[in-house]
């Protein structure tokens, strides 16, 4: 585990930096350690106690597992909870909002936003959007409508261009079935797809030295084939109120800025069915005045993502690393894939 930090990242910034955060989609790094969190100090802690709270309000029913106990009070347990359905997906939630609260608290100059799939959800609470209940109503929905209509189907990481993963789609004779679902930096994409075609897709890939990895993501996500959950997860979530942006929001999907006039209960729909373009996004909140980025989430995958991206703009990730200095690059990005891990070996 990592060392927790300082009670104060303040120092980590100049005085005119802009800092914009940046929500992972599920399953980024495993088990939070929102522990480290609430340890920086008594305001991080009530604050991460807070956030626990308004979680628990808007979990749908009983059967679920306490987060408090498994994110705080007994991390060692998080392991067996995860494997009821949705709960990494809360837990990832969970830790956004917290570690996006603790840092404004501590003073980090926020300026933007962007969220990364599943991570936009947390983006627009955190920009004041939804409230955290309603944002956890969300997450749970989605995680239902995901399993049910993308069943069948995963995804998969591959270390090559956009370009170079069409190629290796179009040699195992699987164009129009798997798909580009992301492009998370610049030679980092992921595919989604059936499960036999993503399988030979990925194979092939290997099979031309390409690394490309099966993610933890059992069901399809950003594939056309998933048209139609994008219009059931609507009526699902349509009813919760939609508030002012107070933090401006880039979206990867739409390739701008959020707006008010904006339907933002259909923006997060779009996540299903259309893809994801990270470093448009980064490079767009960067152009507008962005001179850090700091993850808003458990692990550092997109401080990664955003230093393949624009390796000038330093990075800080709270519950992972110290702020990363403008120019320093990573060991090759194989060692970690960005934005969702490798399918863990059964237990």
């Avoid at 989609?25 to 604050?47: D, K, N, V, Y």
Wanted: hydrophobic share 40%.
């Amino acid at each position: 585990m990592s060392s927790p930090l300082p009670p104060g990242w303040t120092h980590e910034f100049k005085p005119d930096d802009q800092c914009a955060f940046l929500f992972p989609g599920t399953g980024s790094a495993g088990a939070p350690e929102l522990q480290q969190l609430s340890r920086t100090g008594p305001r991080a802690a009530r604050i991460v106690g807070d956030v626990l709270d308004a979680v628990h309000e808007g979990l749908p029913g009983p059967g679920w597992p306490s987060l408090r106990t498994i994110l705080l009070d007994d991390p060692g347990g998080y392991r067996a909870a995860a494997r009821r359905q949705g709960v990494p997906q809360l837990a990832a939630y969970t830790a956004s909002v917290a570690v996006d609260r603790v840092l404004r608290a501590e003073g980090v100059p926020l300026g933007y936003a962007v969220g990364q799939s599943f991570g936009e959800i947390a983006a627009l609470v955190c920009a004041g959007v939804f409230s955290i209940s309603d944002g956890a109503r969300m997450a749970v929905s989605l995680v239902g409508v995901l399993a049910r209509r993308g069943a069948g189907g995963g995804m998969g990481l591959m270390e090559a261009t956009e370009d170079g993963t069409r190629a290796c789609i179009r040699a195992a004779g699987a164009g129009g079935e798997v798909v580009v679902a992301c492009l998370n930096a610049p030679g980092v994409t992921v595919i989604s797809g059936p499960e036999a075609p993503l399988e030979a897709v990925l194979a092939s890939a290997q099979a031309a030295g390409v690394r490309a990895i099966r993610l933890a993501v059992p069901y399809l996500s950003h594939h056309p084939a998933m048209a139609g959950a994008d219009d059931e997860w609507y009526e699902m979530i349509r009813p919760f109120p939609q508030r002012p942006l107070e933090v401006t929001v880039y979206s990867p999907v739409r390739g701008r800025a959020y707006r008010d006039d904006d339907d933002l209960h259909r923006a997060l729909t779009d996540c299903i069915v259309k893809p994801v373009r990270l470093p448009q996004a980064l490079r767009a909140v960067h152009e507008a005045g962005a001179t850090a980025f700091a993850e808003a989430g458990a692990g550092n995958a997109l401080c990664q993502c955003a230093r393949l991206t624009l390796p000038e703009v330093p990075t800080l990730a709270p519950l992972r690393e110290r702020r990363r200095p403008a120019g320093q690059r990573d060991d090759p990005v194989s060692k970690s894939a960005p934005g969702v891990h490798p399918v863990p070996p059964a237990p």
